[in-house]
Nanobody, 127 residues
Framework: QVQLEESGGGLVQAGGSLRLSCAAS????????MGWFRQTPGKEREFVAA???????????YYADLLKGRFTISRDTARNTVLLQMSSLKPEDTAVYYC?????????????????WGQGTQVTVSS
């Protein structure tokens, strides 16, 4: 049984940093794309970042265009954990952040293609 558990959310001032963690159990990273999405009330869940592999089977990362440069996704294979380092946070980054996993390397930005989801962790950025 696959389980994803996020942690690391909280309250931070604008300009600050947070690191989110997603502990995965019941799967190994090989063959899975791991992603982060976020959602605010009244809005659709949006893609944040993902880590997977390219056509040459090399690990690669993907980011929402507006977040590139401030957010960094990585994974600790030994701990089966995916990390999302967020810096220069803005109030508009306030959201519930979800970790997700999907098999296969296509449609990485499409939430509907993800097979497993965590419960989410709240990130609040104060101005």
């Amino acid at each position: 049984q696959v389980q994803l558990e996020e942690s690391g959310g909280g309250l931070v001032q604008a300009g600050g940093s947070l690191r989110l963690s997603c502990a995965a159990s019941g799967l190994t990273f090989a063959g899975y794309v791991m992603g982060w999405f976020r959602q605010t009330p009244g809005k659709e869940r949006e893609f944040v970042a993902a880590i997977g592999w390219n056509i040459w089977s090399m690990e690669t990362t993907y980011y929402a265009d507006l977040l590139k440069g401030r957010f960094t996704i990585s994974r600790d294979t030994a701990r089966n954990t995916v990390l999302l380092q967020m810096s220069s946070l803005k109030p508009e980054d306030t959201a519930v952040y979800y970790c997700a996993a999907k098999k296969g390397g296509s449609a990485i930005r499409d939430e509907l293609r993800y097979d497993y989801w965590g419960q989410g962790t709240q990130v609040t950025v104060s101005s």
